[in-house]
């Protein structure tokens, strides 16, 4: 072992560096770099991987859940379907023969201190967004808000829960955001 160290790894004060050990000392040094190159990107994959498909669960300290009622200018009720966390209607496409009057009013399973909805009317690439008012549980007045859509074609709504505070309260004149009473036509502009 020692004369196999001499020949290729040892290198004299008093000689010249043999070409053996140069070449032998750059060998390693490769070899060393590509095996570091290889785990970093073993541990760079992994961790990535690992991020795919482990899924990390939501933690939420607060809920707030919403009764949607839907009802058509005749009263008849439209079916709304709790999917994941929104609301759509079951029939999927609302009509624009007719005028929707919604209700949205906290649950007593509700247990966040205030929260607000997102009211989202569509078609194809044709959207618009609204928020309802703060629905607070201390405010008996303030627990519900119904509106009005009128539709001047067939359109989709999806109503989504939000617990908190909407950042768009604190905008002034906030001409998206859904009280009692309000009046919302889709699309806004009507198409010729």
């Not at 569509?122 to 618009?128: A, I, M």
């Not at 967004?129 to 074609?153: G, H, M």
């Not at 768009?168 to 009280?179: G, L, M």
């Amino acid at each position: 072992m020692k004369a196999f160290y001499d020949k290729v790894y040892r290198i004299y004060d008093d000689r010249k560096i043999s070409d053996t050990v140069l070449l032998f000392r750059m060998t390693v040094t490769v070899i060393i770099i590509l095996s570091c190159l290889a785990v970093m990107t073993f541990v760079g994959y992994a961790y990535y991987e690992y991020d795919l498909i482990i899924k990390i669960n939501t933690i939420q300290s607060a809920t707030f859940e919403v009764n949607v009622t839907v009802a058509d200018n005749e009263n008849n009720p439209v079916e709304m379907e709790k999917r994941n966390d929104y609301y759509i209607p079951k029939s999927d496409y609302l009509t624009k023969d007719k005028e929707y009057t919604v209700t949205i009013s906290r649950t007593e399973n509700a247990n966040a201190k205030t929260g607000f909805c997102r009211v989202k009317l569509f078609k194809n690439d044709n959207q618009s967004i609204f928020y309802t008012i703060q629905l607070d549980a201390d405010s008996p007045t303030q627990n519900s808000v119904t509106f009005t859509i009128k539709p001047s074609e067939d359109f989709r709504l999806k109503i989504t829960p939000n617990w908190g505070t909407s950042s768009y309260q604190t905008e002034e004149n906030f001409s998206d955001c859904i009280t009692d009473g309000k009046i919302i036509h889709f699309p806004a502009s009507p198409t010729p």
